[in-house]
């Protein structure tokens, strides 16, 4: 019996979209090459992830990259990796990335990381930018391979000289486009159920509510889109620490009878069936699963510019591009959307083409599979 490669994934951010990618990841890797552990904060159920996972392990990774708080999960984590001897430490998100690849030196495995977005990209202050940078060209050190999600995220590695182009490896975020396909038609949600009215011209968007996500740059654009098109609705998938600020957003601009908040959900891909066109409007981001689930759920997408836009969306080929924060431009593009169906037509038939081709897990997962063996 040919003996498996054991890969130890180490991942904190919980909730959002490492989760999801792991979970998407390791559902697709060949079981008879890989035997897949997991270390992970102590927010990850256990039975989410059990039937993916051989072993689940807890270690008490907090929020903070601080060192006194990497140390204690570090040394728990190289206690694992003494007991489980894994060919592969694959570490997501940048806290997870300092503490196992602190855990794993020395260790003699090969050790991967994936950021799924530049921390030192993010807002913030300039000096915890530098801190951030400091951090990860230390442990680049320690990196056989960084995963990049996006080809700006390489080029962003390289130009803050985090470490030379022979350890980046660019493998673009994968969705499964056959099992969204199936569940949106299977999908039992109707607007009816929701109190939708059926002429309604459904705006969506899927994500935390939070700054990130920009729900707020939503709900401003939504007030316009109203007035342009009276009969649209809005539908927010998700929740988040923002959540109450925004519900008093969309009561201030007179939007509570055309807005839907649905709450956190095991089902968003079921919502998308309900989209007439489907919306990012981010601050930042590495390559987010919710655009190629967009396409693959074939809804026009209006998207902001954020890193990775340029490896999902050639602008009005595919996909419409706008400013950050530009709720003006959101709401514009939706209205023009609205007015042009055939050219919709045209966007999504063109991004159906794209999400397979580029988008597709089993792309993903054999590329993931090349660089782990």
């Given amino acids: 019996m040919t003996t498996r490669t054991k890969i130890m994934f180490v991942a904190q951010a919980y909730p959002g979209g490492v989760p999801v990618y792991i979970e998407e990841l390791v559902k697709h890797l060949d079981k008879s090459k890989f035997d897949c552990i997991l270390v992970c904060s ?4 256990e039975e989410r992830f059990a039937p993916y996972f051989s072993a689940i392990e807890k270690v008490g990774m907090e929020r903070s990259i601080s060192i006194l708080k990497i140390l204690k ?26 503490v196992g690849r602190l855990a794993a030196i020395g260790s003699g495995t090969k050790v991967l990381y994936n950021a799924h977005s530049w921390a030192f990209n993010m807002r913030m202050s300039n000096k915890k930018k530098l801190f ?5 060209k230390v442990f680049a050190f320690f990196t056989d391979t960084i995963i990049c999600v996006s080809n700006y995220e390489k080029e962003s590695a390289l130009q803050n000289h985090i470490c030379k ?3 980046l490896q660019v493998i673009l975020n994968g969705v499964d486009v056959e099992e969204i396909e199936k569940k949106i038609a299977v999908s039992k949600l109707t607007r009816a159920s929701l109190n939708i009215p059926e002429n309604a011209y459904v705006v969506g968007m899927v994500g935390r509510i939070s700054e990130q996500k920009a729900p707020d740059v939503f709900v401003k654009a939504a007030r316009k889109i109203k007035d342009a ?5 809005f539908i927010i998938v998700g929740d988040g620490p923002d959540q109450d600020q925004i519900k008093k957003m969309i009561d201030d601009l007179g939007l509570n009878d055309s807005f839907l908040i649905t709450g956190w959900t095991k089902h968003a891909i079921e919502y998308l069936a309900l989209f007439d066109v489907a919306v990012l409007c981010s601050r930042w981001e590495g390559l987010p699963l919710v655009v190629p689930e967009y396409f693959a759920a074939k809804k026009p997408v209006v998207c902001t510019k954020i890193d990775a836009v340029d490896d999902m969306i050639v602008n009005r080929e595919n996909g419409l591009v706008v400013g950050i924060d530009d709720a003006d431009a959101v709401a514009e593009n939706i209205v023009w959307l609205f007015k042009n169906k055939m050219i919709c037509s045209e966007l999504v038939s063109n991004s159906t083409q794209i999400v397979k081709k580029c988008f597709d897990v089993k792309r993903e997962v054999e590329m993931f599979e090349n660089v782990c063996l």
Avoid: M, Q
């Avoid at 102590?42 to 159920?45: F, L, Q, W």
């Avoid at 098109?229 to 609705?233: A, G, H, M």
């Fill in 42 to 45: 102590n927010a990850y159920e």
């Fill in 73 to 98: 999960p570090a040394w728990e984590t190289r206690k694992l990796i003494k007991k489980y001897k894994p060919d592969v430490v694959y570490c997501n998100s940048s806290i997870a990335g300092a």
């Fill in 132 to 136: 951030y940078r400091l951090i990860e």
């Fill in 165 to 167: 182009t022979n350890k």
């Fill in 229 to 233: 098109i009276p009969e649209s609705f």
